[in-house]
């Protein structure tokens, strides 16, 4: 995609009246300027800030809080697995010898691939591999011409819009925002038939209580058009499972992870350990509460199934002590996610991480919390980005316009990570022979040819000067992206569905929805 919007540059007498008209379009020619899609992979090893010794009394540590302490685990199926296995139970509290534990998690793969209804849109989970999400769970959405808003259908699908646009987005994560003007009975129908009518890329079911898991899992079965035998044998869909922290495993979650590891789809085990509210208050403790609580609800997808894919969650990041709100994109999170990459290679298991921010506008917070998040989730050898555009507010907000700054964000990364060309062309002799000393590169056979191409082209980043950027209007960074974001809605295609698949997914929806869907208290 690459069309441009066509606008006519204004001058204005006032800073603001120019801004207000650089997002009404008047901002000169903007492109949405995307790399093709693919797929980004780590080439070369990720960072490792603490060493061997240290690494192995993080996970030492684990092992030993499992097994003195204990984790509360709340459904008793769980229990049951983890004492076939050698746990002790007293009560709902489940204390796990470390041989326990290892043995388990022995089975995960440390690879395997995320199936896609379209074939073209599979992505790779381990082995190097980074796939970058949307924002997920938001209560509330944004955008800069209408404000702030609770969540909503409407909001909802404009996020699908902008996932399928955007090449650079490699799967679904959850609602992106909540929609809570569907009833919570039959909020997951709506919301799973929409993401998979809507995009063809690879998506996730929350892991609420076996009715939402089961109701997913055949939602995904429909949109790939595969039997039940071939889903077991190709992971389709994914969940996110958050332990309570600290040490406690709830009874919908459990579900999940019971019923997505028996199917042989995907479970990321995801501890939200903030230190000094949920965790201990140094990094350290964090990370061994983190890495005893993913440990625990890992080895009972294996227990259940061995060899089931699971991912290695990591979200520890530390509050602000004045106010008691979660903060994000810290030098406290850099460490922690790459720290949490560490532990996670130790194991042989894919690792789940995030791009967050707290930023409450779409400022110079937003965009540099997010890149502090973004360069330790990939020097830290994150797999599965979570949150990867659009989050705003320690994860409060959908915002939309974010979510295409965020986009030129993970662009930056994938094109960081394309290999450097060092083939005898690329060292440029032939070009230093023509221009000799002295001389200079525009007008050469070596430029001419390469110069549309040579380097990444931002989608947001305005890089003319201070005297063409003023005459035309003076945009920011925000009236760049909320244009782009008005295009790409305006453009957005419908992926292509054989007719049969969806009818089948509108009857599934319709019969489960006069059912009452899932049960609530409300």
């Known amino acids: 995609m690459s069309e441009a919007i066509d606008t006519e540059p204004r001058k204005s007498r006032r800073r603001g009246d120019a801004r207000r008209a650089a997002a009404a379009g008047d901002a000169g020619p903007v492109t949405l300027a995307q790399q093709a899609p693919g797929q980004a992979r780590l080439m070369f090893e990720p960072a490792r800030i603490v060493s061997e010794d240290e690494l192995e009394s993080l996970h030492l540590a684990s092992l030993e809080v499992l097994e003195t302490i204990g984790i509360d685990v709340m459904l008793p199926e769980a229990r049951d697995y983890f004492v076939q296995a050698g746990a002790s139970t007293d009560g709902e509290r489940v204390r796990i010898p470390g041989d326990v534990i290892m043995n388990a998690i022995a089975t995960v793969p440390s690879r395997f691939t995320f199936h896609a209804r379209n074939p073209d849109k599979t992505i790779q989970l381990g082995d190097g591999w980074l796939a970058f999400g949307t924002v997920a769970s938001a209560p509330n959405s944004s955008d800069l011409e209408n404000g702030r808003r609770p969540g909503n259908l409407e909001d909802f699908r404009k996020v699908l819009k902008l996932a399928q646009s955007f090449n650079c987005i490699d799967f679904m994560s959850g609602y992106p925002v909540e929609p809570i003007d569907v009833h919570a009975s039959v909020r997951h129908l709506v919301a799973l038939k ?108 294996q227990l259940v199934r061995p060899g089931a894919p699971a991912n290695y969650g990591g979200f520890t990041s530390n509050v602000d002590m004045k106010s008691g709100a979660p903060a994000f994109g810290t030098p406290e999170y850099m460490k922690a996610a790459m720290v949490g990459g560490q532990l996670a290679r130790r194991y042989g298991i894919p690792y789940r991480t995030s791009n967050t921010c707290a930023a409450n506008a779409l400022d110079a917070q937003a965009a540099y919390e997010s890149v502090f998040s973004l360069w330790g989730v990939t020097m830290g050898g994150g797999n599965l980005v979570m949150h990867g555009a659009g989050w705003m507010e320690g994860g409060l907000v959908a915002s939309l316009e974010k979510f295409v700054l965020d986009c030129d964000l993970i662009q930056m990364v994938k094109s960081f990570l394309q290999p450097l060309d060092l083939t005898r062309d690329a060292l440029g002799l032939e070009a230093m022979g023509e221009v000799g000393p002295g001389g200079h590169f525009f007008g050469c056979a070596h430029t001419m040819a390469r110069y549309q191409s040579a380097f990444y082209g931002p989608l947001i980043s305005d890089w003319r000067n201070f005297e063409q950027w003023q005459s035309a209007g003076s945009p920011h960074a925000s009236d760049k992206a909320q244009a782009l974001l008005k295009q790409a809605l305006g453009t957005y295609q419908k992926p292509a569905i054989d007719p049969a698949v969806e009818e089948e997914l509108e009857a599934f929806v319709a019969r489960r929805t006069e059912e009452g869907g899932a049960p609530t208290d409300f």
């Open 194 to 301: 929409d993401t998979a009518l809507m995009t063809d890329k690879p998506f996730h079911a929350y892991s609420l209580g076996l009715e939402r898991i089961r109701d997913g899992i055949e939602i995904t079965r429909i949109a790939r058009g595969v039997s039940h035998e071939q889903l077991e044998t190709e992971p389709s869909l994914f969940t996110i499972i958050n332990t309570n922290s600290p040490l406690k495993m709830d009874v919908p979650m459990l579900q999940g992870v019971i019923e997505m590891a028996r199917r042989n789809q995907i479970v990321c085990v995801t501890p939200f350990t903030l230190s000094g509210a949920m965790a201990p208050v140094t990094v350290a403790g964090a990370l061994v509460q983190q890495n005893a609580e993913a440990l625990a609800g890992i080895a009972l997808t």
